[in-house]
């Protein structure tokens, strides 16, 4: 057996996973807005993806040369190389954005720049300007005494070239504006002739207006900056002190982090650029040339004056017949076991069951893990009632997931001012688990009640994302959500669990076992299969297992939207590993793990990917689905996935995520809009008349 285990970079995989959301925006197949829409993704991703993960590669560059030699790479050539790619990939974003303005020019939508507006479209932004946005513009002179001139993390600027006008034009300034995005529309519509739509980015606007924000200055030209800072919050893991007060305190330091990209653009004259680097103490590799406009997750808010016939066509959430016609939605998971499929389903009873649970007189106790949840959450609110009815109410808040510390760390001082009980972050540690657990009294005994997902408990997210949820009333599985519950609650250790897979318990273990089950049965020269459906694959152990696997003659199947670390297809060392990604109209965000077991499929659902963070510094829980109908659902979706050739990527040892086509005459198969179609035929499922959508 070939001991090679190769490995793709991380970063680089990353940078590679937010290609095929290009390729959507690039897809005429797909509606204009929703294009649209993709750009915004990507640029959003990509903000996240500096902040946090070239910030922190970036970080290591200071270290000492001892300890750089340490690392198992070279920090700068990665960064090279991730710059390379980038670099790339924003060209064809720029060439998309260009392209995608022709067409909505063709539906009448036109972006104007400066040059272009009419003397009567002048008139209105300059009317615009002084009643609706001078009133929040601050501008400011470089250097000059006492001016406030700190570029905000992810703020948009005006830098603006100036020369006096009392002086013969001796005297030269740079002066800073801000855009008041946070307060205004990005885009703002201007009169325009019958049949036309004009449309102007709210930085156009500033720019007619800078002559009247610098009134004794002629303006030379002005050109848009943005500065994104580091967004680690640096906080240790200690045993000790006010984590929730040292997160509180790191938060307003996230807004003035170090640099680690500033963006500027390209048209802007070389001595300003360096004007600017030295009054803002940026090295070199801060600097990257992007547009003339910058925060392109703006293209959300885009206006739409056609309405929907440039929008994906709707598919409404399907509601589940047993909850929807019952008054009591513990008298049906009470019964028997039962499994949702957001967001093509309706995340309303994960809500409702809570709700419920707050007016029942029965209920005595809920648990539950709080990972990200929506700002006006309505699973925090039935919490905040159940406390305030008097049950107990036990919340685990992980206030450490980043960039909803904040909400997070709202919502669990409302949930505490209403007597609940919330105990913050482990150290050492993320709670990523969800679920949740009612104890309701019946007939003078205890009956538990569980829910256990693998998406979030946010119902704005559930609408978009892809996920599963199983509603269960079984005891063992109860005992061992509880056993999950007492070990947060009391940092309890050496339950043995015998149905959850959970993390840093036993997941990691029976991950192996599983796997190294499957190879086994090769090996004797039986069927032997293992499918993984997840975010991201990372975990070097799991992926040399899977590597041992594909070399004892296992087919393994992977459905990895995110980061991929394993090179599938090398010869000698992968040969049976095909691996395929998803990216449609909806987030594929779901954890599934499926093992042949001599044609005994065993099917684990789970919050957890295959990556070191989730095995080795998370609470991961992962669940079995026993029922073989519950089963059956989930494995008619995954299927679907396997046959979809519209939407489908082929991940390659390069990385390329090409499309997988059909044959000619060939069935088409679009995984998620066929999902919906498939779940609205299903007898529990009471569907709206079901919407034709092509799928091609």
């Known amino acids: 057996m070939k001991e090679n285990y190769p490995l793709y970079d991380r970063e680089l995989s990353w940078v590679s996973f937010n290609g095929p959301v290009l390729q959507e925006a690039a897809d005429e197949r797909v509606p204009l807005y929703e294009r649209l829409k993709f750009l915004a993704i990507y640029s959003s991703n990509l903000d996240e993806f500096f902040r946090v993960r070239v910030a922190g590669i970036r970080s290591l560059m200071s270290l000492g040369k001892k300890k750089r030699e340490k690392l198992t790479f070279d920090p700068a050539e990665l960064l090279s190389e991730l710059y390379r790619r980038v670099n790339h990939q924003q060209e064809e974003f720029g060439r998309i954005f260009q392209e995608l303005l022709g067409k909505l020019q063709e539906h009448g939508v036109v972006l104007l720049r400066e040059d272009d507006v009419t003397e009567q479209q002048l008139r209105y932004v300059r009317s615009y300007f002084r009643e609706n946005v001078r009133p929040f513009i601050d501008p400011v002179l470089l250097g000059e005494k006492g001016s406030d001139d700190f570029l905000r993390n992810r703020a948009l600027y005006l830098m603006v070239q100036l020369r006096g006008l009392g002086d013969g034009g001796k005297s030269e300034a740079v002066g800073c504006v801000s855009i008041p995005t946070e307060r205004l529309p990005r885009f703002v519509a ?72 500033f963006l500027y653009d390209p048209s802007m004259p070389a001595a300003l650029l360096r004007d600017l680097r030295r009054h803002y103490g940026l090295q070199k590799e801060d600097l990257f040339p992007g547009g003339r406009y910058h925060n392109f997750h703006d293209l959300f808010s885009f206006p739409n004056p056609v309405g929907d016939a440039l929008r994906d066509r709707d598919l409404p959430a399907l509601r589940y017949g047993p909850f929807a016609g019952s008054d009591s939605m513990f008298d049906v998971v009470r019964d028997r076991d039962h499994i949702l499929h957001f967001p093509y389903m309706s995340f309303d009873p994960v809500v409702r069951f809570l709700e419920e649970a707050a007016h029942d007189d029965g209920v005595e106790e809920i648990s539950i893990t709080l990972y990200r949840i929506a700002s006006h959450s309505a699973i925090a609110r039935a919490l905040i009632d159940a406390a305030m009815q008097g049950k107990q109410v036990h919340v685990f808040m992980e206030i450490k997931a980043r960039f909803d510390e904040e909400s997070n760390i709202y919502w669990s001082e ?152 394993l090179l599938p297809g090398v010869e000698d060392v992968s040969d049976r590993i095909r691996a395929r990604s998803i990216v449609d109209r909806y987030l594929e965000h779901a954890r599934v793990y499926i093992f042949h077991n001599e044609g005994k499929e065993e099917m684990y659902l789970a919050s957890a990917d295959m990556m070191r963070r989730n095995l080795n510094r998370r609470i991961e829980v992962g669940f079995p689905l026993q029922d073989a109908g519950l089963a059956a659902e989930v494995r008619a979706i995954i299927d679907l996935q396997l046959r979809d050739n519209v939407k489908a990527r082929l991940m390659d040892a390069k990385q390329q995520n090409s499309y997988l086509s059909g044959e000619e005459g060939r069935e088409v198969v679009r995984a998620q809009v066929d999902t919906w179609h498939y779940l609205a035929t299903l007898p529990d499922v009471e569907s709206p008349e079901a919407p034709i959508v092509p799928q091609d």
């Open 190 to 261: 201007l009169p325009a002739e019958e049949g036309v739509y004009a449309v102007m980015f709210l930085d156009d606007i500033i720019r007619l207006n800078c002559d009247t924000v610098f009134e004794d200055w002629e303006v030379r030209g002005a050109w848009g900056v943005k500065l994104n800072r580091d967004a680690d919050l640096h906080i240790e893991d200690e045993f000790s002190g006010d984590l929730v007060k040292k997160i509180s305190q790191a938060l307003a330091k996230r807004e003035t982090g170090v640099p680690a990209r």
């Open 414 to 565: 409302r949930l505490t001012e209403a007597g609940a009980k919330v105990t913050y972050s482990i150290p050492g540690l993320k709670v990523h688990a969800k679920m949740y657990r009612i104890v309701r009294r019946e007939a003078e005994k205890k009956r538990e009640y569980v829910y256990l997902g693998t998406g979030n408990f946010n119902e704005k997210t559930a609408g978009l994302y892809c996920d599963h949820g199983l509603f269960s009333a079984r005891k063992s599985l109860a005992r061992e959500v509880s056993a999950v519950f007492d070990i947060l609650a009391k940092r309890r250790v050496g339950y043995e669990f015998s149905e959850l897979l959970v993390a840093q318990f036993n997941m990691r273990g029976e991950m192996n076992r599983l796997i190294d089950r499957e190879i086994a049965h090769a090996k004797e020269g039986k069927p032997a299969a293992i499918l993984m459906k997840m975010n991201s694959l990372e975990d070097p152990k799991i992926i040399r297992r899977l590597y041992r696997a594909s070399q004892s003659g296992v087919d393994v199947t992977l459905i990895v939207r995110g980061i991929c670390c």
